[in-house]
């Protein structure tokens, strides 16, 4: 049976370097506070936004929800972001996504203030992650899948890295940074071919297809290694890309679903919320 990758134990060690920061913080008056905005009323936007002010609050983060209707023209959207830019009470700024069909993703993405962008959406950081800079934004999810890495003390050196997916959010930014770490990265996507072989032959795969169970026993060998970024409701549970049961017993290591990367995801939010407001 593989070594379980906990992703709950490094958001605990997180947890408290987080909370030391957010202290020295507010000793000098900063309180560290992430704006949260959000069109319409999608039930999941809802119960994202409620489970990401109880995460925060547990590490003395504040986090403000400025809501607007469905209706609310991308006009009148872009000149609350860029008011919600300019007010110093907010370091951190995060946009619900989808947003509704009228107003256009782009504009939002260029509306945000890079120095605010603690998901990592503008092209001024998304470019810092292609070029390998140090002092940009992550994306919260591929920052936490190199996280867990560190944790575990797995160097991607040399190694061959497969990465399942290429989404802005996940994929292509996760293969940059195995790149940046030396790691001899492919990614695939839907149109890959032979995509158990490819997987198969990877010292460290990661499955961030939105496909549950996608990955199964003919992806893995011995000696892998597999973090699982899927997250899909199947039948009311919480299911990753990786089919856990019948994957776990044949590799080295694997991250589960829930309690893996996802756990890491809120903890690098809080760490970029806090770097913003350090920045200040
Ligand atoms: P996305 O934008 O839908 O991208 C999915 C990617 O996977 C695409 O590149 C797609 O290929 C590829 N893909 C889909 N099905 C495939 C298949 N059967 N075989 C090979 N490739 C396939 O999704 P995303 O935003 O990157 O998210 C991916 C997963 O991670 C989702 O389950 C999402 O819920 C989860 N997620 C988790 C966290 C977390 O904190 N753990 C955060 C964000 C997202 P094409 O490009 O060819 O379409």
Same mark, same amino acid.
């Given at each position: 049976m593989a070594f379980i990758m906990k992703g709950t134990d490094v958001a605990q060690v997180k947890k408290q370097g987080i909370i030391k920061r957010v202290e020295a913080l507010k000793e000098r008056g900063v309180s560290p506070t992430l704006c949260i905005i959000m069109v319409g009323d999608r039930e999941d936007s809802h119960a994202y936004v409620k489970g990401a002010t109880k995460a925060l609050a547990g590490c003395g983060i504040g986090c403000h929800l400025a809501h607007y209707p469905e209706d609310i023209s991308e006009h009148r959207l872009l000149?609350?972001?860029?008011?919600?830019?300019?007010?110093?009470?907010?370091?951190?700024? #995060?946009?619900?996504?989808?947003? %509704?069909?009228a107003i256009r993703w782009e504009a939002?993405?260029?509306? @945000?203030?890079?120095?605010?962008?603690?998901?990592? @959406?503008?092209?001024?950081?998304?470019?810092?992650?292609f070029k390998g800079d140090t002092d940009v934004f992550y994306p919260c999810t591929a920052?936490?899948?190199?996280?867990? +890495?560190?944790?575990?003390? #797995?160097?991607?050196?040399?190694?061959?890295?497969?990465? #399942?997916?290429?989404? +802005?959010?996940?994929g292509k930014p996760l293969a940059m940074m195995l790149l940046q770490r030396n790691a001899t990265v492919t990614v695939c996507h839907s149109r890959t071919r032979d995509l158990a072989e490819i997987s198969s032959q990877a010292d460290i795969l990661v499955a961030a297809a939105g496909? %549950?169970?996608l990955v199964g =026993?003919?992806?893995?060998?011995?000696?892998?290694?597999?973090?699982?970024?899927? @997250?899909?409701?199947?039948?009311?549970?919480l299911k990753?890309?990786?089919?856990?049961?019948?994957?776990? %017993?044949?590799?080295?290591? @694997?991250?589960?679903? =829930?309690g893996g990367v996802g756990s890491v995801t809120t903890s690098v939010l809080m760490e970029n919320i806090v770097t913003a407001a350090e920045k200040k």
């Open positions: 000149e609350e972001i860029e008011a919600v830019n300019k007010k110093p009470e907010y370091h951190g700024i #995060i946009v619900m996504r989808p947003v %509704p069909s939002v993405e260029e509306a @945000i203030s890079p120095a605010k962008d603690v998901d990592c @959406i503008t092209a001024q950081n998304l470019a810092g992650v920052k936490a899948v190199v996280d867990m +890495l560190d944790h575990y003390e #797995i160097n991607a050196e040399g190694k061959k890295a497969v990465v #399942i997916g290429r989404s +802005l959010v996940v496909t %549950p169970g =026993p003919d992806f893995v060998n011995e000696n892998s290694i597999v973090l699982d970024v899927g @997250i899909n409701m199947v039948d009311g549970k990753g890309d990786v089919d856990f049961e019948r994957v776990a %017993p044949l590799v080295s290591m @694997i991250s589960p679903v =829930p």
